[in-house]
C-alpha cells in the first residue's frame, strides 16, 4: 500500500471526484460514514459526547457524524469554532444539514470562548483541523486544543489530531496538537503517524477504507510504501521436490566474541529456521563448544584469537555474509572487518559492533553496494550524526541509502527500510515485546538467510523484517509481549511462513 503526503492526498481527493465520480459532499458523508462505523463499538452508549468542528472540511466531516450520531439517539454537544467566522461550502452544508435535524450547534469563536465547554464530557470527537495545516496554532486555537486535551475525556480524531502536521513537526508547537486516544484515518496512514514522537498525538491509529480512486492512487507516485502480506508474499519461493542442502545457499555469519556468545546462537538460530541450506558460524576460539552445543546443525570456522573477531577467512564457499551481532569493537577486529569489507563480493548484512565500527571509522563508503545494514536508532545516528526527530533521522536514512547504494533497515515500531533508488518501506508486522535483547540478532540471522538462498537485496530485507515482525506477533499471541524472549521469534518462523502463504 502506498503511502502519500497530505498535499497528494488532497490530489487524490480531487481525483475521485472527477473521475468517480461524486460529489464532494458526497465523499465527506462516505468518509464520515465510516468513521462512525469505526468509532460506535468503542463508546459506551448513554455517555456524553462532545463534537467539536473546525471550519474547514475536517470540520465538516466532523459535523455529518454529529448527524449519523444524533440519528442513533446518542446525546450531543456539538461546537462549531471558527476564529473568523468563515467557513467552507461543504462545512455550511453539513451545518444546514444538521439544524433541519434540530439539532443544535454551539458557535464559538474569539469573542464568545467561553461557550466551548467540553468539561465532563466522556467523549470529544476532533474535528477542529484536518491535515492540509501548515502552521501551528495559536491564541484562540491553542486555547480550544488546551481545553480538549484536559477534559479527561476519551478523544477520537478524525483523519488526523489536530495541530499535527502530516510530515515534519521539527517546527511545530506541539503544545498546540490534539493528544487523541485514537485516531481514525482516511485511506492511508499519515507519514507522521509512524515516527516514535509522534505516538502520544495519534494514540491507537486505524486507516479507513473510503473508496478513493484506485486509477488515482496507481498512477500517484510516492516513495513511501507500508510493507504489508501482499507486498512481500509475491517474493515467497516454493522449494523444489528435488532439492538438497546445496541448493538453499551457504551462509557465513561473523559474529559473538568471548562472553557473548550468546548473539551469534541467536543469530544462527534463526538463519537456519529461515531456510538456508549450510550454515558456517566464525566465532572467537573460545567459544566453540558453546556454538556446538546450541546450534549443532551449524558449522564452525573458529578464528585463531580465542576471544575477538580477527581474521578474514576465505570466501569462495559462501552465498552470503553476515556480520557484527556481539562482535565487539576491540583494534582486532576493526582490522579484520576493514580487509573483510574490501574482499567480500557476495551479498552482505551488517549490524551491531561492524556498525559501531565503521561509524567510528568513517568506512561507509567502503560498504560494497546493495549492502543491507540493520541499525537501530542510536546505531544510527552514530552513522548519520545525531538527529533532532525521527523525522530528522527519517530524511537522513533516505539520503544515505541513495549516496551509498546501500539497503538500510532502522529498526523500531514501523521499521523503515530504504532502499538505493530513493523507495522507503515501513513495517506493519511487530509489537512491543520485541524490545528485548536478542531481537535484532534474530534479524540478521533471517535476512543472512534470505540473502544465501540467493534472494536480491530488496526482497532479503523486506520479506525478513515482515517474516520477524510477524513470528514476533505469533509468538506474542501465545504467551504475552511481556514474555517475549528473541529465541521465541525463531521459533515462529515456520508459523510466520504459514501464514504468510495461506493469507
Same mark, same amino acid.
Given at each position: 500500500?502506498?503511502?502519500? =503526503?497530505?498535499s497528494q492526498i488532497k490530489e487524490l481527493d480531487a481525483y475521485t471526484i472527477k473521475h468517480e465520480p461524486i460529489s464532494s459532499f458526497a465523499l465527506m458523508e462516505r468518509a464520515s460514514r465510516a468513521f462512525c462505523d469505526a468509532v460506535l463499538p468503542l463508546m459506551e452508549r448513554g455517555r456524553r459526547v462532545c463534537v467539536v468542528a473546525g471550519s474547514g472540511n475536517n470540520g465538516g466531516d466532523a459535523l455529518v457524524v454529529a448527524g449519523y450520531l444524533s440519528m442513533m439517539g446518542i446525546p450531543l454537544s456539538v461546537f462549531l469554532v471558527s476564529a473568523k467566522n468563515k467557513f467552507s461550502d461543504d462545512c455550511l452544508q453539513a451545518r444546514r444539514n444538521l439544524e433541519k435535524r434540530s439539532v443544535q450547534v454551539t458557535l464559538v469563536g474569539e469573542s464568545n470562548p467561553d461557550?466551548?465547554?467540553?468539561?465532563?464530557?466522556?467523549?470529544?470527537?476532533?474535528?477542529?483541523?484536518?491535515?492540509g495545516l501548515n502552521r501551528s496554532l495559536a491564541g484562540f486555537y491553542k486555547d480550544v486544543v488546551r481545553r480538549m486535551n484536559g477534559?479527561?475525556?476519551? +478523544?477520537?480524531? +478524525?483523519?488526523?489530531?489536530?495541530? *499535527?502536521?502530516g510530515e515534519d513537526n521539527r517546527q511545530n508547537d506541539l503544545e498546540a496538537v490534539v493528544r487523541a486516544d485514537y485516531t481514525f484515518t482516511f485511506q492511508f496512514p499519515k507519514l507522521a503517524f509512524l515516527l516514535p514522537e509522534n505516538a502520544k498525538f495519534v494514540g491507537c491509529v486505524r486507516w479507513l477504507d473510503i473508496r478513493l480512486h484506485p486509477q488515482g492512487i496507481s498512477s500517484l507516485?510516492? &516513495?513511501?510504501?507500508?510493507? &504489508?502480506?501482499?507486498?512481500?508474499?509475491?517474493?515467497?519461493?516454493?522449494?523444489?521436490?528435488?532439492?538438497?542442502?546445496?541448493?538453499?545457499?551457504?551462509?557465513?555469519? +561473523?559474529?559473538g566474541s568471548y562472553g557473548m556468545v550468546g548473539a551469534a546462537v541467536l543469530a544462527s538460530r534463526a538463519c537456519l529456521r529461515t531456510g538456508c541450506g549450510l550454515l558456517s558460524v566464525h566465532v572467537p576460539g573460545r567459544c566453540c563448544d558453546v556454538l556446538q552445543t546450541s546450534v549443532p546443525e551449524a558449522m564452525l570456522e573458529l578464528d585463531a584469537d580465542g576471544s575477538c573477531f580477527s581474521e578474514t577467512s576465505d570466501l569462495s564457499r559462501y552465498n552470503a555474509v553476515g556480520v557484527g551481532p556481539a *562482535?565487539?569493537?576491540?583494534?582486532?577486529?576493526?582490522?579484520?572487518?576493514?580487509?573483510?569489507?574490501?574482499?567480500?563480493?557476495?551479498?552482505?548484512?551488517?549490524?551491531?559492533d561492524a556498525l559501531n565500527i565503521i561509524a567510528d571509522a568513517g568506512w561507509l563508503c567502503r560498504l560494497p553496494e546493495n549492502t543491507i545494514i540493520t541499525p537501530h536508532p542510536k546505531e544510527f545516528d552514530r552513522l548519520a550524526g545525531v538527529s533532532t526527530s525521527g523525522y &530528522?533521522?527519517?530524511?537522513?536514512?533516505?539520503?544515505?541509502?541513495?549516496?551509498? =547504494?546501500?539497503? +538500510?533497515?532502522?529498526?523500531?515500531?514501523?521499521?523503515?527500510?530504504?532502499?538505493?533508488?530513493?523507495?522507503?518501506?515501513f513495517n506493519s508486522t511487530g509489537n512491543p515485546g520485541m524490545a528485548t535483547a536478542g531481537s535484532g540478532d534474530t534479524l540478521t540471522g533471517m535476512i543472512l538467510s534470505l540473502l544465501a538462498q540467493k534472494y536480491e537485496p530488496e526482497a532479503a530485507a523486506l520479506l525478513g523484517v515482515y517474516l520477524h515482525g510477524l513470528a514476533g506477533d505469533l509468538a506474542a499471541a501465545d504467551g504475552s509481549q511481556e514474555s517475549l524472549m528473541a529465541s521465541d521469534i525463531s521459533l515462529y518462523i515456520g508459523k510466520a511462513y504459514e501464514k504468510l502463504r495461506s493469507a
Open positions: 500500500m502506498k503511502i502519500f =503526503k497530505t461557550v466551548f465547554n467540553v468539561a465532563g464530557a466522556d467523549y470529544v470527537i476532533d474535528g477542529l483541523f484536518g491535515s477534559s479527561g475525556a476519551t +478523544i477520537f480524531s +478524525i483523519d488526523i489530531p489536530s495541530g *499535527l502536521f507516485p510516492t &516513495d513511501y510504501e507500508w510493507l &504489508d502480506g501482499a507486498l512481500v508474499r509475491p517474493f515467497l519461493r516454493m522449494r523444489p521436490k528435488f532439492s538438497h542442502k546445496g541448493t538453499f545457499g551457504h551462509a557465513l555469519l +561473523i559474529a *562482535l565487539g569493537k576491540k583494534e582486532e577486529s576493526r582490522m579484520a572487518l576493514g580487509a573483510l569489507l574490501d574482499s567480500v563480493y557476495v551479498p552482505l548484512v551488517v549490524d551491531a &530528522d533521522r527519517l530524511e537522513k536514512q533516505m539520503i544515505l541509502s541513495v549516496k551509498h =547504494k546501500i539497503v +538500510i533497515v532502522l529498526k523500531g515500531a514501523n521499521t523503515s527500510i530504504s532502499m538505493p533508488d530513493g523507495r522507503c518501506f
